[in-house]
């Protein structure tokens, strides 16, 4: 079946920081990738998103390049700030009508200022 | 608008209660979900809707119910709760713009089973 691995958190940085969460997916037809962010006692957000190959999300700084050679589609962020502390999930989904995202297990990212 | 709401925010159930989890939208948006968050782990869906009177299974269906009357409403029910169902409930809703356009999501409602 469909799935979606991430790093193993939490991570803990230094402001201005480099950020990379790693994302790998196995899927059975052709998917759309997302990152989604979950800051503290809210719900998800979606942070950014590529559907095909070859595609670059980006958002409030973050980028994600869809890399269907080796099945990733890791996070970066060149500086990251304070406000940036939260969950991140990786997700995909492959069916063409209703969307059921498959999510990987989320990385705690925690800034230090 | 508000987006997509949900009540309760917290809720303690003994084994073998019922309850419905309310989740709404004001977006007139077509699609919605019902997700579970264990700790630790990513979301799971459980079921969603695709339009008034039409509901389907997700991946984690069992012990679950859920209807769609209206397009802004869609409750989920548990019939008879188990400890394993202690989790973190998402509701979510899109609009039939294309596969890839964003969910939104509501702001959980966490329920313990005891």
């Known amino acids: 079946g469909d799935s979606v691995t991430q790093m193993e958190g939490p991570v803990t940085l230094s402001e201005e920081a480099f950020l990379t969460i790693n994302c790998t997916y196995t899927a059975t037809g052709y998917p759309s990738l997302f990152w989604y962010v979950q800051y503290p006692g809210e719900g998800l957000q979606l942070l950014l998103k590529a559907t095909k190959a070859d595609d670059k999300g980006s958002n409030k700084g973050f980028e994600a390049t869809y890399r269907k050679e080796t099945t990733s589609f890791h996070l970066e962020k060149g500086s990251v700030q304070v406000s940036d502390s939260a969950v991140y999930f990786c997700?995909?989904?492959?069916?063409?009508?209703?969307?059921?995202?498959?999510f990987g297990q989320g990385t705690r990212l925690t800034i230090n200022p | 608008n508000a987006g997509v709401t949900q009540t309760p925010k917290f809720r303690i159930l003994k084994i073998g209660q019922s309850m419905t989890l309310q989740c709404a939208q004001d977006?007139?948006?077509?699609?919605m979900y019902w997700y579970r968050q264990d700790p630790g782990m990513g979301l799971k869906l459980i079921y969603y809707s695709v339009g008034a009177g039409i509901t389907d299974k997700g991946e984690v269906p069992n012990g679950y119910n859920v209807s769609r009357s209206t397009t802004e409403d869609f409750p989920l029910r548990l019939e008879l709760a188990a400890p394993s169902q202690t989790s973190v409930y998402f509701c979510?809703?899109?609009?039939?713009?294309?596969?890839?356009?964003?969910?939104?999501f509501g702001p959980g409602t966490r329920l313990t089973v005891t």
């Open positions: 997700a995909l989904s492959v069916d063409q009508g209703a969307q059921k995202l498959v």
């Open positions: 977006m007139n948006h077509n699609y």
């Open positions: 979510a809703s899109r609009p039939p713009f294309g596969r890839h356009y964003e969910q939104y």
